[in-house]
C-alpha cells in the first residue's frame, strides 16, 4: 500500500488535523508500540500513559485528550471510526483474481459475474446468481438457486443451502452455514417426524456472519437479516428469526424459532432468547442473559450471575430453592410485628 | 410435483376431510399468505384470527377449529403432524443422481452402493461401508472405517472421523463433526498429557444432527446415539455420552463426558448437563438450566434466570452473595420473636 | 501393533510392577469389558466393584487398591496419566504418507518440508510454512503467509486464516476456524462500520483446538495461546485475547476481546468470560459460570445456577426481582426488634 497523508486521512475520516498536513503514514499501530511513519489511536482513557511517550507519527483521539497529544493530532467526535476508516483506507485487501478455479465444480446454469472469483475446490449449484466483483474464496459450497449480491464475500470454507440470498457487500466468515433445516419436528406418539423446512435464508446488504454461525432457512417463511445486521462467531439463528436494521450480536447469542428483534438492538456474548417473541428497536441484551418474554421497551436487560469465590456460592446458591419460603417468613414476621407491636413501628 | 387431492392427503394424514376429495392442492402455505391451490394450516390458538380470511383451499386444523374454517377442513387430532406429512408428500426432494462425483477421492478398498451419490470433493477413506440411497454431498469428507447405513444422507461440508457410524435415514447438517477426539487429558505436575480417544461415534436410525453440531467419539466405549435422537445445531455431545430414543435437544446444548440420558427426554436451547450423570426417560430439561445432578425422575427441570430490566437486575443480583446472611439474619429475627413474643404467634 | 510387556509399560508410565514383567498386552480396555491380553484402569472408587472381577491381564490403579487387584499391577501415583502412556504406546496412529496430494491446491511460493503431508482437497496459499511431518489433513485451507509447526496436525476441513502460525505439536480438529476477524465495529450514527482486523492468531507447542472452535485474529496486536493450552470444542476466543501456558477449556467457553487468562488455568463448559479482563494463573471457573470482573486470586469462582423441579423454580426465581426489597424489609425488621426489644436480643 503506499503511504497516506494526514491531510489525506483527515478527509477520509472526517476529523481535524493539528500538525503536518504532509507527514504520511503508512499503518496503524497500537499507541505503545508504534514507530515513526504508524498512525495509532486513543481507544480510551486508560491507555492515556502511552499517549504522552508513543513515537507514533500522529494520533486519533478525542478533543479532551489534544492538548497532550507529543505529536501530530487528528481530532474527532468519533475517534473510533475515525481509526475503522483511517486503517481500512491504509489495508486495502487485495481482491482475489476474477474467474473461476480450475478445481471449482460449478453447474452451467449458474450466471456468474466476469469479475466475481471463484475459489479453488468450490461448489457453486444450478441457478445461482453471483454478483459482480463477488469473492468466494476456497472450500465453499452454494448450493442451488442461492444469489450472491455484488461485492460480497466468503471467505473460505463457507456452506450456502439452497436458495439462500445474500445482499450487496455482505461477508461471511468460514464455518458459516446458512440455510441449513430449522429444527422444526412434529410428535407422533413419542417418535419424531420432520417437518419439511421450505423457507429461506434472505440477507440485507452489507450483513456480517461470523465463523461457525448458523443460521436456519424458514420453516415456511423465510428467516430475515436486515440490512447492517453483524453477527459473531457461534451463533445459531433458528428458522423464521427477523433481526432488524444494524442490530449486532457477539459470540455464542441463540435465538429461537420465529423471532423478531429490533433494529439498532445489541445482543451480548451467550444470551439466548426463546421463540416466538418480540423485542423492540433499541434493546440491549446483556451476555450470558435468558429472554423469556417479549421486550417492548428499548433499554438494557440483563440476567447475567457474577462468578463468586466457589464457597460463597455454595453458601448462597442453595438458597436459592429457599427463596419463595423465605419470603413467606418474612411475610410472617412482620405480620407478627404489626399486630403486637404496633405502637413499636417506625414513625 | 404434481397436485394431490385432498382425498389423497386426507389418507396419507389419517386427517378427517370436510368437504371437497377431489380439490388439489400444490403446495403449503403459511394461513395469511395461501392461495387458492394452497393447504394451510392452523398452528396455534394465536391465528385463529388469519382462518376465517384464509384463501387457502384447504386447512389442517383439530376439530375445535373446524366450525370456523372458511373452506376444505382436514380435520386431525394432531394438525401438526398431519402437516409435517402433507408437507412432505407435497415436496419430496429430488435425489442427487447415483454414483461418484469425478472430483470425489475414494478409497479402493471403500464400498460404495451403486444406488448411492458421492458428491464433487468428497473425500471417502479406506474400509468405509455406504449403503443404498445415501446421499454424500459436496466436501464431505468421511475417514476410514466409516459406516452409513441406507438412506442416509450428509448434506455438505460434513466430516465424519474414523469409524463413526451411522445406521439408517440418518440426516447430517451441513459443519457437523462426528468422531472428533474427546477432551482426555491427564496431568502431569501442570502439563496435559492427552488420553488416546479409542471409542467411536454410533448412531441409530433416524437420527438428525445440526449445523455444526460436535459429536466426539469415546474414549474407550462408545459415544452412543440411538433411534430417532434429533438435535438441532451447535450442540457439544462429548466422549462416551449416551442419548436414548427419540430424545431431542435444541442449539448450543452442551453433554458432558460419559452422561446417559434417557429416551424421549427433550433439552431446550443452551442448557448444559456435566459428566458423569443419569437423566431418567422423560427428563425435559429448559432453556438456558444447568443440571449439575443426576434428574432420576421425568419431569421438568430448571434454573433459567429470567431477564429484567437493568437496574432493577443490578439491584437484586449484588444480593445473591449475601443471601446466606439474609437467611441467618431471619434466622434470628424469628428466634427473637419465638423467645420473646410467644404469645404474640399467630394461632 | 505389536504387543508390549508388562515390563516395558512399566517403564514406560514410570508405574512400579506387582505381577509378571513378560506377560503382554496388546491394548487397553475398560475394568468390565477387558480380556486376557488387554490392560485396564481403575480410573475412581466408583469402579472398584469390576476390578475384582476383570478379566484384564494387568490393571493400572494407585497403590491403595493394589491389594486387591486379581491380576498384575502397574501402581502408579498418577494412574490417569499412566493409563495416558500405555494408551498412547499401545495405539500409535500410522502417520499420513509424506507428500501433496494430487488433488491438493498449493500456491508455489509455499515452503513445505518434504515428509509433511498435504491431504486430498486443500489449499495452501502463498508464503506458507508447513514443517516436518506435519499432517493436513483432506479438505483443509491454508490461507497465505501461515507458518505451521513440525509435527502439527489438521485433522480434516480445518480453516486457517491468513498469517496464522502454529508451533509444534498442535493438533487442530475438524471444523476449527483460525484467524477469523475479530468482532471489531464503530458506530457512526447507527450505522456499523468495521474496523479492520490486522493482528494474528498466535499458538505456542502442543496446542490442542477442538472441533468447530473459532479464534480470532487480533485487531492490532495479535490473539497469542501459550504452549500447551488445550481448547475442547465450540470455544470462542475473540480477538486480541491471552491465553497462559497449560491452561484448558471445556466445550462452548467464550472469552470476549483482550482477555488476558493465566497458566495453569482451567475453564468448564459453557462459562463466559468478559472482555477486557485479567483471571490470575490457577483460576478455575466453573460450567455455566459468568466472570465480569478480573480475578486476581486462585481458586475457584462459579455462578452455576442448580436445576430443579420447574414449579420448585417458579416459585423461587419469581422471588429474585424483589431479593433487594427483601433485604430492605429485614432491616426494617431488625431495626424494630432493636428499638423496641433491646432486652430481647441474644446475647
Not at 483506507?89 to 478455479?101: F, Q, T, V
Request: hydrophobic share 40%; aromatic share 4%; glycine share 10%.
Amino acid at each position: 500500500m503506499p503511504p497516506l497523508s494526514l491531510e489525506r486521512l483527515a478527509e477520509l475520516t472526517g476529523a481535524e488535523l493539528r500538525g503536518d498536513p504532509a507527514c504520511q503514514v503508512v499503518q496503524v499501530a497500537s499507541l505503545d508500540e508504534a514507530q515513526p511513519g504508524q498512525l495509532a489511536f486513543l481507544a480510551s482513557k486508560r491507555f492515556v500513559p502511552y499517549l504522552e511517550s508513543t513515537r507514533a507519527s500522529a494520533v486519533i483521539l478525542s478533543a479532551d485528550y489534544a492538548p497532550r497529544c507529543p505529536t501530530n493530532a487528528l481530532v474527532s467526535d468519533n475517534p473510533q471510526l475515525a481509526y475503522a476508516l483511517a486503517a481500512a483506507a491504509l489495508n486495502e485487501r487485495p481482491r482475489a483474481p476474477a474467474g473461476i478455479h480450475e478445481t471449482a465444480v460449478v453447474d452451467p446454469s449458474a450466471e456468474i459475474a466476469a469479475s466475481a472469483s471463484v475459489g479453488a475446490h468450490c461448489v457453486i449449484g444450478a441457478d445461482c446468481v453471483i454478483g459482480e466483483n463477488v469473492e468466494i474464496g476456497p472450500n465453499c459450497v452454494v448450493d442451488d438457486a442461492c444469489e450472491i449480491g455484488a461485492d460480497s464475500r466468503l471467505v473460505a470454507s463457507v456452506t450456502l443451502c439452497k436458495g439462500t440470498r445474500l445482499g450487496r457487500r455482505c461477508l461471511i466468515h468460514p464455518g458459516a452455514v446458512l440455510g441449513a433445516d430449522g429444527f422444526g419436528l412434529a410428535n407422533d406418539r413419542g417418535r419424531w417426524v420432520k417437518i419439511p423446512q421450505l423457507g429461506r435464508v434472505i440477507l440485507g446488504d452489507d450483513v456480517e456472519v461470523g465463523a461457525c454461525t448458523t443460521i436456519d432457512r424458514g420453516a415456511l417463511k423465510d428467516t430475515v437479516l436486515h440490512d447492517g445486521v453483524k453477527l459473531d462467531n457461534q451463533i445459531q439463528v433458528a428458522h423464521n428469526v427477523e433481526i432488524g436494521e444494524n442490530t449486532a450480536m457477539a459470540a455464542h447469542v441463540g435465538i429461537s424459532g420465529s423471532t423478531r428483534i429490533g433494529s439498532g438492538c445489541t445482543v451480548a456474548g451467550a444470551a439466548g432468547i426463546a421463540g416466538h417473541l418480540e423485542l423492540a428497536d433499541g434493546v440491549h441484551v446483556s451476555g450470558l442473559t435468558a429472554v423469556s418474554r417479549s421486550l417492548r421497551k428499548p433499554g438494557v436487560y440483563t440476567s447475567t450471575v457474577p462468578a463468586m469465590p466457589h464457597d460463597q456460592w455454595g453458601r448462597n446458591f442453595a438458597r436459592l430453592r429457599q427463596l419463595d419460603d423465605l419470603f413467606r417468613r418474612v411475610r410472617a414476621l412482620e405480620k407478627i410485628l404489626q399486630e403486637n407491636n404496633t405502637d413499636a413501628e417506625p414513625k
